[in-house]
């Protein structure tokens, strides 16, 4: 059993720290929200009054926090973590923010003998919650190695991307992917409908054939096709619009600093970019379908 600390308990934090909890580790958290510390004790875990707090004396350190800046502030501004842990403590940021923020950060680490991975996150909140989450993470082997058993109480597919910044990478390429191919899926199937086929047919037929997706076969964007989707809830829940959205504007972020031709992430961008724009950033990405149906 390990002492951990975990900050940001969101709708992502608070179901990872919860796993934690569920396999033996003592688990102290912080979170602005009133209402998520309750829900993180509910789960078991020690609230703490502020981050410093909730880091004292760990093992490890675990920070899952909106952006790039929020981690900053936390560990080497603001609170500065990074000033009051133990050189044996392994800091792990399962935030999704920019490589070169994660290399910094990697850096003021090392700087002060501290161990620091970059642990980005896909699965979605569905995954949190039953621990099958995939881990992305950048650092070094002997990092990882002490990263893996507190990941795998939280995930199921836990990757060694490459060295710092790596993991921030790897999801920066998976979600630009992702957006393609959930764009793409709602294009093709609102042809369909607007041709006469039924949605649950056609989704059927694709997924017997090349179109084969994973947006296609687990995450189907048209509402009554597929029973628990977020398009069966009226799109609420998942993986919001407006993370999407931040996602792409990292991957474009990593384009432009290594020169690579992103014509397909761009026009994904743009579309969602346009969705979110009409008010919908707050439902899940997958309702980018109602971009392109018919209004009347």
């Known amino acids: 059993m390990a002492k951990i600390a975990f900050v940001g308990l969101g709708n992502m934090g608070g179901p990872m720290a919860a796993n934690l909890v569920k396999n033996g580790h003592e688990v102290h958290v912080f979170d602005l929200s009133p209402a998520a510390l309750e829900h993180a004790v509910e789960a078991g875990a020690v609230a703490a009054s502020s981050a410093i707090e909730a880091a004292e004396g760990v093992e490890y350190l675990i920070t899952m926090l909106p952006a790039g800046k929020h981690v900053e502030s936390v560990l080497v501004s603001g609170d500065a973590l990074l000033d009051r842990v133990g050189s044996n403590c392994l800091v792990i940021d399962s935030s999704t923010i920019d490589a070169d923020t994660a290399r910094k950060l990697a850096q003021a680490a090392k700087d002060r003998c501290i161990e620091f991975v970059d642990a980005p996150v896909s699965g979605g909140v569905a995954g949190a919650a039953a ?159 109602r971009l392109f149906e018919r209004k009347n």
């Open 131 to 289: 621990g099958t989450l995939a881990f992305m993470v950048g650092g070094s082997d002997a990092a990882f190695a002490k990263a893996k058993p507190v990941l795998e109480c939280m995930g199921q597919n836990i990757f060694h991307a490459g060295d710092s910044g790596a993991g921030q990478v790897a999801k920066a390429c998976n979600n630009m992917l992702l957006a393609i191919h959930m764009a793409g899926t709602a294009e093709a199937l609102n042809l369909g409908i607007n041709n006469g086929l039924d949605p649950a047919v056609l989704s059927e037929i694709m997924l017997k054939s090349s179109g084969r997706n994973w947006s296609l076969e687990v995450y189907n964007p048209v509402p009554g096709v597929q029973e628990g989707s977020a398009a069966s809830r009226n799109y609420e829940g998942g993986f919001m619009t407006d993370l999407m959205c931040k996602d792409l504007g990292l991957a474009m972020e990593a384009s432009q600093s290594s020169g690579s031709p992103v014509p397909m992430g761009s026009a994904a961008r743009g579309l969602f970019n346009l969705h979110q724009s009409q008010g919908n950033g707050r439902l899940d990405f997958s309702s980018v379908f």
